[in-house]
């Protein structure tokens, strides 16, 4: 009985937790915002709906929620080896729709950054910098081909 609330629980919370406008997200875009970096949201054209968009420097930028998208270098506690198989499944799926993600937009021409929920809670600064970093080289890669 136990077993089943706890599992009913988790579902609940995990039906109920967002796909938009996330913390990690509104932290990101407030440090973008303070650098004065323009950004879209959500563009709905792009492979994926990526969470952040630099359209002149074709970044596009996934942050991912640790625990969803199974973050192997996570230190956010997680154990799925406790879960019945059909949530095993749902993030082997998850894995693959990320991969297939990535690979749409690198051939689409669009470099594909993600950024993880724990390290933007740990450097906000640090995760940003990462963004800012990924459009210099590219700077360098479009002068290199003029």
Known sequence: MLGSLLCYQFELNLRMSKSKDTKPELLIQ???????????????????TPDLVLREDKIAILIHGCFWHQHGNCLMPRDISKMDSNWQ???????????????????????????WECEI???VYGQAERIVRARYLNSLRLDSLL
């Open 121 to 123: 809670n740990r450097s």
């Open 30 to 48: 407030e440090q973008l915002r303070k650098w004065n970096i323009q950004f879209e949201c959500h563009a709905r054209d792009l492979p994926g």
């Open 89 to 115: 499944q749902k993030f082997i799926k998850s894995g693959f729709y990320d991969l297939n993600i990535m690979l749409k937009l690198s051939n689409l021409g669009w470099e594909a950054l993600i950024l």
